[in-house]
């Protein structure tokens, strides 16, 4: 009989090795390999002689289809995020940094389910029930009728679950500190992870409990243990936010029954989370529309228009090699859109330090920004004051070519209604039915038209007054 081998995995990828190695070969990560026992392979189940499959029915892609039922939370931010609800018998999982507020948004929203009359479970890994309870009462939750327990073994979550009445939403904070006896490892590892979200996941599909999962983020700010988890769950969720800003966001990364890129927007306060309904109004709170260098993009996250200030400043540099800080947008982004200016609209940056912000802390990945961005920059660098009923949006290509983006009515339609009646556009959105009434829409086709106006408009502001 040949003897049994331990194997060594990587505890941030995955991977498995024969032996111990202080660098993990896939992922680069140091010091993240842990020996665990190994299991059953296939050979194993050959040699015992596994049984026959047997024969299921098939079915074709026509056939009637009835949308998924949905269970609302009581919080409507929540909701958009999950696409209109939770949907019974699936799992969501929620990665955030330490001291984001999951626990916060998650236990406000058991109670707001609860208060309902739903059976609303609550199970903590790394808190104790006082601890949880505490925190209730901080937030005026204590008379929510929610079942609290701290518990980590898997296999007594599932049968106390299974007990009573089908709970209509389960919380398991965290994933991480969960173990079940069907893997041999220690809590947290890759193999424990795996399998302590697959049982979860079981339960969930045989039940019809919808089940949220909270898990750990790296310093990288991505969810901590083995990415099939991502996988096997049917939405994914990140919780983000700056401790210098009072508000959070609420990111979907995936969702199986909704759009993904969908947003919501809470305010943290003394008394827990508070929904934002218009978070633009919220981002552009205190702009100084005297300054150059600021310009108002409206984008979009998911279905959800928010206008936000890019600000930029530019001034010369006694460096050889100038500074590019960038702080809410992607920096290889900055690089392609500053040598598009020098190449394609003959504005000199070489010499100059550069930084990007965009402000309240809100991130911005989609290439809509990149006219907004401009504008800044030239604002920036020619002293031009932008008029402050004006908004931007546009994609800059490599040729300096302004191409369409979409959605243009919706953040038009968002821009008028917080009171902006001016917006430079790409030529594609010039469309009389998606403009609203009184909205004068400029609508270009190369970056050097933006330049040549924003140029215009620093000839005529007044100089800058000196302080005494």
């Known amino acids: 009989m040949a003897k049994s081998r331990t194997s060594f995995i990587c505890q941030a990828c995955g991977a498995v090795f024969p032996r111990w190695q202080g660098k993990c070969e896939a992922c680069g990560e140091w010091n993240t390999l842990h020996e665990e026992a190994p299991t059953a392979g296939i050979g194993a189940l050959a040699a015992r002689g596994a049984k026959k499959g047997r024969i299921f029915a098939l079915e074709g892609l026509s056939g009637e289809s009835k949308p998924a039922p949905r269970v609302l939370s009581g919080l409507a931010e ?14 969501l999982l929620i990665g955030g940094e330490p001291g984001i507020g999951k626990s916060t948004l998650l236990i406000q929203a058991c109670a707001a389910l609860a208060r309902k009359g739903e059976r609303v479970v609550y199970i903590s890994g790394e808190e104790a029930a006082a601890q949880v309870r505490l925190r209730a009462e901080r937030l005026g939750l204590s008379d929510a009728a929610v079942e609290l327990a701290a518990e980590t073994s898997v296999e007594d979550i599932i049968a106390t679950l299974s007990a009573g009445r089908r709970p209509a939403l389960v919380v398991i904070d965290s994933i991480q500190t969960m173990w079940t006896e069907t893997a041999d490892a220690t809590a947290g590892t890759v193999t424990q992870v795996r399998g302590a979200a697959q049982a979860l996941i079981r339960f969930a599909k045989l039940s019809g409990a919808c089940v949220i999962l909270v898990g750990h983020v790296t310093k990288d700010g991505q969810i901590a243990g083995p990415r099939v988890v991502e996988h096997m769950v049917d939405a994914v969720a990140s919780f983000e936010g700056d401790g210098s ?22 305010e943290m306060t003394g008394g827990g989370l508070t929904e934002v309904a218009n978070p633009s109004a919220l981002f552009l709170a205190g702009r100084d529309g005297s300054a150059a260098g600021a310009a108002v993009f409206a984008g979009m996250e998911g279905t ?22 960038v702080v809410g947008w992607d920096p290889s982004r900055l690089s392609m859109l500053v040598a598009v200016l020098e190449t394609h609209g003959r504005v000199k940056l070489g010499q100059h330090d550069i930084y990007l912000n965009v402000a309240g802390g809100m991130k911005i990945a989609e290439p809509a920004a990149d006219l907004a961005a401009a504008a800044a920059l030239v604002s920036s660098l020619v002293g031009a004051v932008l008029p402050q009923n004006m908004v931007f949006f546009g994609e800059v290509g490599l040729s300096g070519a302004v191409r369409p983006v979409p959605h243009a009515g919706l953040r038009l ?36 038209e933006a330049i040549a106006d924003i140029a215009a408009l620093g000839r005529r502001s007044p100089p800058e007054r000196k302080p005494s």
């Not at 959800?304 to 800080?325: D, F, H, K, N």
């Not at 001016?422 to 959105?429: E, F, H, L, S, T």
């Open 78 to 91: 929540l909701d958009r995020v999950t696409g209109g609800g939770f949907v019974p018998g699936s799992v």
């Open 304 to 325: 959800r228009p928010v206008l936000v200030e890019i600000q930029a400043l530019v001034a010369p540099s006694a460096l050889g090699t100038p500074r590019r800080a």
């Open 245 to 266: 800003h009072h508000f959070r966001i609420l990111r979907n990364v995936k969702n199986r029954f909704g759009p993904t890129d969908e947003i919501g927007v809470f």
């Open 413 to 448: 339609k968002e821009a008028s209604k917080l009171g902006f009646s001016r917006a430079v556009a790409p030529q594609g959105a010039s469309d009389k039915s998606e403009k609203p009434a009184g909205m004068g829409l400029t609508a270009i086709r190369h970056i050097g």
